[in-house]
């Protein structure tokens, strides 16, 4: 058999090595590509970082990497301005993080400023998935009602006069297509919300996945704010992010 010259038994050998480092001392490097996307919490109305803690623990425990986004001036501002920040946060997500994309998972009026962020500003290349909870996408008529019996037409509040059925900002954001791009959207919403009146302006049209809680879980009891907090819907949740058929267990706590 013929002898390797001792040059090429060193290349074989730093070959070797260079494989078995790879292997052993970096382990985490292949790991890291596997991890699933990282998830940015859109809060909703009024609703401050810790209250959605709770969420962000359940994706957590599931090995999501977590990141809140509460909103400007807990959303009582333009919902465009918002996104506008959003689009900001996530930047600073996918820096932080070394991530091509992540996946939102926004609460009410946080399902409109993530669909107004993917629409307008450029997250349909940065986002997965975007799933909402009781996000009032239509509209509501709680809004304008609050007109009609002479709240000072929200209380002044823009980002409550903008979530008004037939409003400017509604009609816009519903012009064309629901969904866009590659993004995969999923709505969860229920029959006991009693801010997002009809009900069924939660759901989205174009091949959007819509979820009435009660259709698959006639007797679980999860109204507006509930539905960031509810096992059920978590249940729901958590097959969106990976991509599954939506199965609720009506019995999660």
Partial sequence: MKRLRPATRRSLLAGIVCSLLAAFVFPWSAAADDRPDPVVIVNGTFGPAFFYEPLAKRLRDDDHQVFIFELTNLGTGDIAATAQ????FVAGVREQTGAAKVD???HSQGGLVARQYVKYLGGDATVDSLISLGAP???TAVANIAAFFGAGNCLGIVACQQMAVGSDFVNALNDGDDTIGAVRYTNFYSNLDELVRPVA?????D???NVKIQSQ??????????LALDG???TGIRQA???QPIHLDCWAV
């Fill in 232 to 234: 059920t819907v978590y």
């Fill in 104 to 106: 939102l998972v926004g």
């Fill in 201 to 205: 302006n939660a759901a989205l049209e």
């Fill in 137 to 139: 996408h239509y509209g």
């Fill in 217 to 226: 879980c006639p007797v679980r009891i999860v109204e507006h704010v509930g």
């Fill in 241 to 243: 992010l990976a991509g």
């Fill in 207 to 209: 091949g959007a996945t």
């Fill in 85 to 88: 920040d959003l689009a900001d």
